[in-house]
């Protein structure tokens, strides 16, 4: 069987790459394992911890794909207010960047449902079944499945997550570096109103955050170095933790959700192309959650392949495939590193003035309007 281009991986950004290049005209399979389920039933029963800060630009991009979920479960930031450990706080106002909101809170569970409606809706073909082997030429791609079966293309897309099989296969190596830290996630139900306001502490090295979502909820992202003393507590007793914790602004805090962890790497693959091979989201980064910049990443890699391919003659060209690793470079590497940086900044301990300047750093930020602005728009995709 021949496709145009095949995708393997059907998380948020393979499933968004198929859409996008579906809609473009072009012929795509996507290979998936484990389909998500999408049935209402089990997207109402409850609130998925698993959730992203989706910035506007992104948002652009699934409403373009008519994947937006709906606004029903979909919580703006008006504001966001990050603290310090010595005093400094930093505040964004969407008003103060002329936009409605700075980012939107969405939920994992939705956002993969509304994309993987187009794939039905478009009648991209689903292959449920595990590659396992991977070989190119100048011309082609060809893959070859658990069942015997092969599958030749103009362009594999490896969007198969952080440890992907494709970028393995393609002999591309990976930078890891661990940060020592989990994301602890869960959902609460707040005694008062957090007024679209996302805040965040960084705190002895760890970073706490409390993101909003619908009807006094909020999403927590906990980056902490031993996420076992969170995980192991009741529910009712890490709500208690996150009370405390988060000084009380959102009052007394109710579990909604049970908490689970995950493992927090810096990931920089020394490339995210090969012959007649590209990756996109966690395939070709990974990075600290402190930004909320991690699908981000991913659907911009989306967006940018799809506007740099839209009249190639050949979807899989080496030059395109270059300008495409080319493009996504300094996006990546800036992101990456200024995350990086601000993890190690609020993580060293051998200086002891470093609290006071940080701190001090923080303030003068938030006292500089032209700065401020400069920072948020770029978060922001604009
Ligand atoms: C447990 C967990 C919780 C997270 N929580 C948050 C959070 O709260 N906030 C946040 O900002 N980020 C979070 N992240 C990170 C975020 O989920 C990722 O940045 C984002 O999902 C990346 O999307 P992706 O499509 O690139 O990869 P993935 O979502 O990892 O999707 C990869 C897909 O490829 C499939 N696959 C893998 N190998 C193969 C193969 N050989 N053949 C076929 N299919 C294959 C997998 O089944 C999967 O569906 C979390 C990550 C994890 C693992």
């Known amino acids: 069987m021949t496709?145009?281009?095949?995708?393997?991986?059907?998380?948020?950004?393979?499933?968004?790459?198929?859409?996008?290049?579906?809609?473009?005209?072009?012929?795509?399979?996507?290979?998936?394992?484990?389909?998500?389920?999408?049935?209402?039933?089990?997207?109402?029963?409850?609130?998925?911890?698993?959730?992203?800060?989706?910035?506007?630009?992104?948002?652009?991009?699934?409403?373009?794909?008519?994947?937006?979920?709906?606004?029903?479960?979909?919580?703006?930031?008006?504001?966001?207010?990050?603290?310090?450990?010595?005093?400094?706080?930093?505040?964004?106002?969407?008003?103060?960047?002329?936009?409605?909101?700075?980012?939107?809170?969405?939920?994992?569970?939705?956002?993969?449902?509304?994309?993987?409606?187009?794939?039905?809706?478009?009648?991209?073909?689903?292959?449920?079944?595990?590659?396992?082997?991977?070989?190119?030429?100048?011309?082609?791609?060809s893959l070859t499945l658990q069942n015997g079966e092969t599958l030749n293309a103009r362009l594999i897309i490896g969007a198969d997550g952080a440890n992907s099989w494709v970028r393995k296969q393609s002999g591309i190596q990976v930078n890891e570096t661990p940060y020592g830290q989990h994301g602890v996630v869960a959902n609460f139900h707040t005694e008062k109103d957090h007024n679209g306001t996302a805040f965040q502490w960084f705190e002895d090295g760890e970073i706490l955050a409390c993101l909003p979502l619908p009807d006094h909820k909020i999403s927590m992202v906990w980056s902490t170095f031993t996420p076992e003393k969170l995980t192991s507590l009741s529910p009712e007793a890490l709500a208690a933790e996150v009370t405390r914790k988060s000084k009380n602004v959102l009052g007394n805090l109710q579990p909604l959700s049970p908490a689970f962890a995950f493992n927090l790497i810096l990931r920089r693959p020394e490339s995210t192309s090969a012959q007649r091979i590209i990756l996109m989201g966690d395939a070709a980064h990974t990075i600290h959650p402190l930004a909320g910049q991690g699908v981000n990443l991913g659907f911009g890699d989306v967006a940018a392949f799809a506007d740099l391919s839209r009249d190639a003659a050949d979807i899989g060209a080496y030059q395109l495939l270059r300008q495409y690793t080319l493009s996504r470079l300094a996006p990546v590497r800036t992101m990456q590193t200024g995350c990086d940086g601000l993890f190690r900044l609020f993580n060293e301990k051998k200086l002891p003035a470093l609290p006071l300047i940080r701190n001090t750093g923080l303030n003068l930020v938030n006292a500089a309007p032209w700065m401020k602005n400069r920072l948020i728009r770029h978060a922001m995709g604009l």
Not at 21 to 26: M, P, T, V
Not at 66 to 91: K, L, T
Not at 106 to 127: G, K, M, Y
Request: charged share 20%; glycine share 6%.
């Open 3 to 141: 496709h145009e281009i095949l995708i393997i991986g059907g998380g948020l950004v393979g499933v968004a790459a198929a859409v996008a290049l579906k809609k473009q005209g072009r012929d795509v399979a996507l290979i998936e394992i484990r389909p998500p389920q999408t049935d209402p039933d089990f997207l109402n029963q409850d609130w998925d911890a698993r959730i992203y800060a989706i910035s506007p630009a992104n948002r652009a991009l699934l409403q373009s794909l008519d994947a937006w979920p709906s606004e029903s479960r979909i919580q703006g930031v008006s504001r966001m207010d990050v603290r310090g450990d010595n005093g400094g706080q930093i505040e964004f106002s969407a008003a103060e960047t002329n936009t409605p909101f700075l980012t939107y809170i969405a939920e994992n569970r939705w956002l993969l449902a509304a994309l993987w409606q187009q794939i039905r809706a478009l009648d991209i073909p689903v292959i449920q079944e595990a590659a396992v082997a991977l070989q190119t030429d100048i011309q082609t791609a």
